[in-house]
């Protein structure tokens, strides 16, 4: 008779399966570099959908060398981000803290201080507009100082690192929703930290489009909150056996929680639980392109489905990502590299229509 037992499906890594706090990715670790030209090391953008293009393969020790190999590509949306602050790090006894930012001029701010509406309470932003204060509005501590002066003692304080705080500009993509930026932080690589500071003053206030961070054929990792599908149980869950037809109660369920002598379910039980909605890293997915809509048209016949039109700087990313169309994905540098294989000849980008238009 044949085997009847099949390895388990689901890495116990990814434990506990909890949904994810934020619906864009968080960064917690930058790959280290060598390079001399400094540069950012993360960006962001919109996915918009998937398509198909047809690429030449370059690969020469490839069986399908220099001709035509079909590729499905995801296209992500990326409008400039704007650069708010600088922000460095010192080492101390208890690991990496931040030792001081400089943040941007704005216009309702020309000393340097951080933006009004972060610089202000709710309710005094409430009473200088002419409105009754809100009842509830936590306050966010003031930062003095002009930008200069945050500067010059970031140069003089003893800093292990130097890293950039961005935001994002969806009021640019049409196909989103909610216009309230994102704040994130990436990391600079390339020169020593004073070099680093005074290349952010010169870019405070400034914005960074997508060319200046990644080029075509460039593998990067990928951060983004999976699709949610919410509580499931644990045949779709785990992908475990269905019980025999005979069973008493029940078939989509464990056959057995555990013994009689430890009195408690282990947490390698496989139960109901959440599915989707977490956090995921994508190593290593190669950028085919990065362009303009108007050099290069990539919106289909009838639009993305459930997205529409892509009307800013976009990139095409070979594969999948993970996550539903409109939601944010970050990409940083490859943290594990591999050897680069040539460069990108796109020789066919597919805009058909997605949905029958």
């Known amino acids: 008779m044949a085997d009847r037992s099949k390895p388990r499906r689901g890495s116990m890594g990814f434990s506990p399966r909890k949904r994810a706090i934020r619906q864009f990715g968080r960064i917690g670790a930058w790959p280290e570099s060598d390079a001399s030209e400094i540069r950012i090391q993360g960006f962001a953008g919109w996915k918009a959908g998937m398509t198909h293009v047809l690429v030449r393969d370059n690969n020469p020790n490839s069986p399908s060398a220099r001709q035509e190999v079909r590729k499905a590509v995801t296209v992500v949306e990326t409008p ?8 460095g790090y010192s080492m101390t006894p208890y690991g990496m803290q931040t030792a001081g930012e400089a943040w941007a001029k704005s216009e309702t701010d020309p000393d340097g201080l951080t933006p009004r509406l972060a610089n202000q309470t709710r309710g005094e932003r409430d009473m200088e507009e002419g409105r009754k204060p809100a009842k509830r509005g936590g306050r966010i501590p003031r930062r003095g100082g002009s930008t200069e002066e945050a500067i010059e003692a970031l140069k003089n304080s003893d800093l ?11 009021s640019l993509v049409k196909s989103i929703t909610s216009k309230t930026p994102e704040i994130m932080e990436v990391a600079l690589v390339g020169g020593d930290n004073a ?20 080029e075509s054929g460039q593998e990067v990792d990928v951060v983004g909150v999976t699709k949610g599908k919410g509580w499931q149980g644990s045949i779709k869950r785990w992908g475990i056996k269905l019980l025999s037809h005979k069973n008493s109660k029940r078939r989509r369920q464990g056959g057995n929680m555990g013994d009689f002598g430890t009195r408690y ?22 950028i085919l392109r990065i362009s303009q809509p108007e050099d290069s048209e990539i919106t289909p016949a009838g639009g993305f489905l459930n997205y ?6 976009y990139m095409l990313i070979q594969g999948s990502l993970p996550g539903p169309s409109k939601r944010m994905l970050r990409f940083r540098d490859a943290i594990r590299p591999r050897p680069a294989k040539g460069d990108v000849e796109i020789t066919y980008v597919s805009t058909s229509s997605k949905q029958g238009a």
């Open 80 to 87: 400039p981000m704007s650069v708010l602050a600088v922000r």
């Open 308 to 313: 529409g039109e892509v009307s800013n700087p």
């Open 160 to 170: 292990c690192e130097v890293r950039l705080i961005v935001c994002t500009q969806p």
């Open 195 to 214: 070099a680093k500071l005074d290349w952010a003053e010169d870019r405070l206030g400034g914005t960074v489009s997508l060319e200046d961070v990644y």
């Open 265 to 286: 379910v282990r947490k390698t039980i496989r139960q109901a639980g959440q599915v989707g909605y977490h956090q995921r890293t994508e190593l290593n997915k190669k």
